[in-house]
């Protein structure tokens, strides 16, 4: 039996291939009724779930920072704090422990860990953003590199350290690209100075257990880090700018700025600088990017809408069409509840609801921490139709 969401998101996928328009111009499309289904009850467990890889086993490895315990305590929803950790998610959709923080991979002057989006490496290790931005914004965020032998996490070592708000990953070869969504802490700026954020390039052999690479502060008046791809400036308005970032086919890199909508398309050197950034994609009918894939088979773009319940496909000219969009709700009947990655599984797009209204108060159709903690997901066309 087809479902009713799946014939749906095949007409969308249909329109979308038919049509070519402007995407700061054209209305994005929606997809009613609801295109998204539970995937995965998450359980208490994990109260705030974020990054989302996959093993080569096509084992998908989710990272839980459980940032929401605070305010959670706070509320008298929970009793005591969900540990952060690294789980595991099988071909059945079944959750387990991957890998367990000890107190050796805390932070040594924060005491916490915050692990963020996540990436399977060429060395087969797994790499992590470590975002301490919520403990301390004096550049204490890190990237961890989780060790892996016989698919078994074994231990972290920390390869990175000097970001302020570490948060996407994506691998280009042996270069691993790293958003930091705060170059410079707002509360040191003038008033009404543009946010500034920006994208790292970290070679894998400079990635060291006892020699790892600390980024130098970012200033505007000073020579820039080596490995600085790119500064971006967005509004300010919700204290986050780069964000999801991804590689196409053709080796251009496109950064989201999430708190402005907006979706960059890079050129770089073999120096890894941008030598040219232009605007891909900033559509009226986003309201954020969060986390973003490329699909070359299909040639798309998915992204997740953090501030506005939704997550759109957009096409190789920017045209953005809506595949789902939702409502202020708990997700529990796989509703989207403030989505912050997507990533693809054969023919699914699994989507992580972070659900972290707290963080975003005015600015979200969330508004209410619950503790429904779930993935959905959305069944897109077969491959085969492309």
């Given at each position: 039996?087809?479902?009713p ?8 996928a249909?329109a ?7 995407a700061?111009d ?18 208490p467990q994990?109260n ?6 996959i ?12 940032f929401n315990?605070?305010?959670l ?5 929970i ?15 079944k959750?387990?422990?991957?890998y ?11 005491g ?10 060429p ?19 890190r990237i ?17 350290e ?13 270069t691993?690209y ?14 009404g100075a ?22 130098k502060?970012y ?8 490995h600085?791809?790119?500064a ?6 919700m ?6 970032i991804?590689?196409d086919?053709k ?13 960059y ?29 490329f ?6 773009f998915?992204?997740a ?32 509840d403030?989505?912050?990655?997507v ?6 797009l ?19 921490v ?10 897109l ?6």
């Amino acid at each position: 039996m087809t479902r009713p969401g799946y014939a749906l998101v095949l007409a969308v996928a249909a329109a979308l291939l038919s049509e070519v328009s402007l995407a700061a111009d054209a209305p994005a499309h929606s997809t009613q009724p609801q295109a998204s289904r539970l995937l995965v009850d998450l359980g208490p467990q994990i109260n705030t779930p974020d990054g989302l890889g996959i093993a080569p086993d096509g084992t998908l490895i989710l990272s839980a920072p459980n940032f929401n315990n605070d305010h959670l305590l706070k509320q008298g929803l929970i009793t005591r704090p969900a540990p952060p950790f690294m789980a595991a998610i099988d071909h059945q959709n079944k959750v387990s422990h991957w890998y367990d923080f000890k107190a050796s991979d805390l932070h040594p002057d924060t005491g916490h860990v915050g692990p963020m989006d996540n990436a399977f490496g060429p060395d087969g290790n797994l790499y992590v953003a470590d975002m301490q931005v919520f403990f301390s914004k004096d550049h204490k965020s890190r990237i961890l590199r989780i060790n892996v032998k016989d698919g078994k996490a074994t231990g972290v070592d920390v390869v990175a350290e000097g970001l302020i708000a570490a948060n996407g990953l994506v691998w280009e070869g042996d270069t691993l690209y790293v958003t930091d969504s705060l170059l410079i802490d707002p509360a040191t700026q003038a008033k009404g100075a543009p946010l500034v954020s920006g994208v790292y390039a970290l070679p894998l052999n400079e990635m060291q257990k006892d020699q790892p690479i600390k980024l130098k502060p970012y200033s505007p008046e000073a020579a820039e880090d080596s490995h600085l791809v790119k500064a971006l400036t967005s509004s300010g308005k919700m204290g986050f700018g780069a964000d999801g970032i991804v590689f196409d086919d053709k080796g251009h890199l496109f950064v989201s700025t999430i708190e402005d909508a907006t979706i960059y398309d890079l050129t770089l050197n073999a120096q890894h600088k941008a030598v040219d950034t232009k605007v891909f994609a900033q559509h009226s009918g986003m309201t954020s990017v969060d986390g973003m894939i490329f699909d070359p088979v299909r040639q798309m773009f998915y992204v997740a809408d953090f501030l506005g319940n939704a997550v759109h496909a957009i096409d190789r000219t920017g045209h953005v069409t809506t595949l789902q969009k939702n409502g202020d709700t708990t997700g529990a009947n796989g509703e989207l509840d403030q989505p912050a990655e997507v990533i693809q599984r054969g023919n699914e797009l699994v989507i992580v609801n972070m659900d972290m209204a707290w963080a975003t108060p005015g600015l979200s159709v969330n508004t209410q921490v619950d503790t429904f903690n779930n993935l959905s997901v959305i069944d897109l066309p077969p491959a085969s139709t492309y």
